[in-house]
């Protein structure tokens, strides 16, 4: 994590990184239960950064043309509260698509080209996030309710990501990992960013769990 | 008590399920929906009334929300529905099904531990029906019915890209009614778009299903035809032709005989955007035009 965390001690940002190591082994393992696919989930990276430069990290740690992918959105609420945003990179969407996808998936003729496509990609960022929100929460002790997940099209640099945290000068904490889909070698990115509000608590909700083991 | 009548008010559907698919809770609005009484789905197998559920989709949901705790939404664009229930209200009417948008999450226990599941059911059905009037209305010429200039484009964007990737032919008829200022002059606007109405349902009816007809604007045309050439073209634009040709317009006390003039051309190797195809194509009315009207003119034709 970033030297940058002075609200953190150096105990409690070893107990977040053991923690998510967890939280992250178990979600790849239950999600290769769940859609049948072998999953490999990266070592999460931790960051505290500043909101306003929140776009420019997840730009930069994409090393794609941002302006060419999918990105899925989510919001969660809870004592854990902030929103996840899957990557998926462009040359991969189609054979996610194809993954996931029913022969009975069928549209209206009055619906958009692709619209078909985005719902699935909807679809397959939802059970992600879900997956690894669902284990930080339940290691936290911690209820989360979901809203539904949302396209984001333009330039992450105009779609008002960061306005989320409120204030810009206010501090978040950016967990990033990457799927990868071994078997049909595929990829897409997740990154979990929560607000100042969670902070407090996840540094109470880290005490409560290193008292464990006192 | 109160709680249970809350979920027996409300109008959305609310079912529990338990790890083994068996139905705990089924409220009032699903039994008016399915006709199924509560005391009779209670402690069976949802797939038993309703086994097209069992999706892999379904299934694969339904395990992630026991890992995870998540929530998933089933929604109406891509599931149109879960439950098989009849519409409700006259909205309803162009569809089967009541359209739905559900959502599955999970239920735990005073230990955290997830033991059911639930599925809320709303009935979106009105909210698709405006939906789909609202996206007609953005495709079709309000005048004469036929698909509008931005529906055409789109769907021209979209065959040549077919096109270009599968090297299937692709070929845009061009064509416009030929003196139609002198109807409007002569016998009123009225008249005119009643001409134009008139052309674009005789044109329709010179067209495969496959087709694409456009009021392009004015009294400009154009049809785009997928995995013809531009022999194929030909044929179907000569058939509008003398369909048009041979049609007498009756409006009030006139009658009016019109003629088409129409242009042809075949997306080829050479043609590098839809923009080109089109501007070929009208290159070939033009030509029609010049040559005397009333006349089918293929892009390379020589007059």
Redesign the interface.
Known sequence: MDNNTSSFTDLEIDTFQELMNIVFGN?AA?LS???DIYVVLSVPQLKMIKAAELPEFIQNNIKEDIVYNTIIEQNFLGNFNGFALVVFPRDNESKFITLFR?N??M??E??A?G??EK??L??VG??L???C???M??LL?D????E??RIIVEDIQDSGVYQKLHDPKNWALVLKSTFHFEAQDLTCFLFLVTNNESIGWLKKALNDYLRQFE | MIFSEIFNVLNIGLVVLDKDFKVTYWNRWMELSSGIDKADITGSSIFNYYPDLR???FL?SF??VL???????F?Q??HRYLFPFKPVGHLGLEFENMQQSCIMGAL?DEN?IIQYIFITIQDVTANVAYE?RL??MT?TDGLTGIYNRRFLE?RLK?EFDKNKRNYKPLSLIMFDIDFFKNVNDAYGHRCGDFVLKSVSAIAFSAMREVDVLARYGGEEFSCLLPNTNINGAMVVAERMRRSVMEHKIDFKDYSVSITISLGVAEADKETSSPGELIEKADKALYKAKRSGRNKTVAVDQQL
């Open positions: 979600a239950d239960e769940v859609i029913e009975k998936d549209f209206y009055c619906d080209t619209e078909l719902e699935i909807m679809e939802n059970i996030i879900g997956a929100v669902g284990k929460a339940e002790n209820s989360v309710i979901y539904p997940p | 999706t892999p989709k694969r395990k992630s890992k995870f705790g998540n929530f998933v939404f929604s664009k891509l735990r955290n789909n996206c007609e495709i789109t979209e």
